[in-house]
């Protein structure tokens, strides 16, 4: 597609619910990013995922969060027993593969998944 | 750890004057900075980047400035828009090697209001 696509645009779930939320790259774009904007907060990093690399999950807060990458394409973010503070909104982001020189367009954010745990 | 870091939450400009908004990071292993211009419901999008090897990047109306030995950045709107009015991220990125982007840290953002 033209753009990072994610899915559900809004989720509300109950507290103690598992929730996945999706990430459909633009197509070539080697890297995927997930980051999280809590309320009055900046972006904080989740998980990273560069090709075949195993990914870089420094930035999981708990065990309760998990991430996987399917060939290469599509991502899952998962978020079992939500709790209140999970609530934010989940913004994804892919790049293109490129030397570091060339490092100048940055990221293509999608336009996020606006989770609500109650 | 809150390596980058934008002290002011919110800034309040009159149209056709300058906006500047400020970036402090701690890291000093980061040598590549970006700015995100962010709307409501939308994701960030990409505005300006500049590499630790200048002092100053200029594109239109925007212009970054990057002072290495305070380790701050800063970005110049000018003139000011009401249609500029976003929530501007500043970034930063520690070249990791190899061919690919390194993560990049954002701080918590600036809310610029232009006002007609």
């Known amino acids: 597609g033209a753009g990072v696509s994610q899915s559900p645009s809004n989720k509300v779930t109950e507290k103690g619910k598992d929730v996945e939320l999706r990430c459909d790259p633009i197509?070539?774009?080697?890297?995927l990013y997930w980051y999280r904007q809590s309320l009055g907060q900046g972006l904080e990093f989740l998980i990273y995922f560069q090709g075949n690399s195993a990914p870089d999950k420094s930035g999981l807060p708990s065990d309760r969060f998990s991430a996987e990458r399917t060939g290469g394409s599509v991502s899952t973010l998962t978020i079992q027993r939500t709790q209140q503070e999970d609530s934010a909104v989940y913004l994804c982001?892919?790049?293109?593969?490129?030397?570091?020189?060339?490092?100048?367009?940055?990221?293509?954010f999608g336009s996020g998944t606006r989770l609500t745990v109650v | 750890d809150q390596q980058v870091k934008q002290n002011s939450p919110s800034l309040s400009v009159q149209e056709g004057r300058i906006s500047i908004l400020n970036c402090d990071y701690t890291?000093?292993?980061?040598?590549?900075f970006l700015w995100y211009k962010k709307y409501p419901a939308e994701g960030p999008t990409f505005l300006i980047s500049i590499s630790s090897i200048k002092d100053k990047n200029e594109d239109g109306r925007f212009t970054v400035f990057l002072n290495k030995s305070a380790k701050h950045l800063s970005l110049h709107i000018v003139p000011s828009q009401p249609g500029d009015s976003a929530v501007y991220f500043c970034?930063?990125?520690?070249?990791?090697?190899?061919?690919?982007?390194?993560?990049?840290?954002f701080g918590q953002g600036t809310i610029l209001t232009v006002h007609p």
């Open positions: 197509s070539g774009h080697t890297a």
């Open positions: 982001a892919s790049s293109r593969p490129s030397k570091r020189q060339g490092f100048n367009y940055g990221y293509t």
């Open positions: 890291n000093s292993m980061f040598d590549y």
């Open positions: 970034a930063a990125s520690a070249f990791t090697g190899g061919t690919s982007y390194g993560k990049l840290t």
